[in-house]
């Protein structure tokens, strides 16, 4: 276990989600998901139009620094033809990947008050040491 994370590569395949919540009053969603590590290298996914059940299939890249904690943050959002809506968002700690386990899950994008959910986003996750 290491006491000080260190510096690397992070693998992150945002694979598909299902069950977002709806924020259109018509019609289906048009989801996308934007990524990004402790403030930066913000990444996002392409806009899949009309579902709630959308698949990504990306892959994406996070240079790391020697760090002593790094999160993942995930932001699903609904593209509208001026702006976006906030489907849900949460955070990944990445203890268990920097330690050599790969995660491959669902992650629950939980409501405002966290009791129910706003759908879940299935991720790939693996860190590759420098």
């Given amino acids: 276990m290491f006491t000080k994370y260190p510096a690397g590569v992070l693998h992150v395949a945002v694979i598909e989600g299902r069950k977002l919540h709806d924020e259109d009053l018509v019609g289906k969603g048009d989801p996308y998901v934007e990524l990004w590590v402790d403030d930066d290298h913000k990444q996002k996914t392409k806009v899949i139009s009309g579902t709630n059940d959308p698949v990504w299939n990306q892959n994406f890249t996070?240079?790391?620094?020697?760090?002593?904690?790094?999160?993942?943050?995930?932001?699903?959002?609904?593209?509208?033809?001026?702006?976006?809506?906030?489907?849900?968002?949460?955070?990944?700690?990445?203890?268990?990947?920097?330690?050599?386990?790969?995660?491959?899950?669902?992650?629950?994008?939980?409501?405002?008050?966290?009791?129910?959910?706003?759908?879940?986003v299935h991720l790939h996750i693996r860190f590759v040491p420098e």
């Fill in 62 to 120: 996070f240079p790391l620094p020697e760090s002593r904690k790094h999160y993942l943050y995930i932001e699903v959002f609904d593209k509208d033809k001026v702006g976006k809506d906030d489907i849900g968002d949460t955070k990944i700690d990445l203890e268990e990947v920097f330690n050599g386990k790969v995660l491959d899950t669902w992650v629950k994008l939980p409501a405002k008050l966290g009791l129910t959910s706003h759908g879940e």
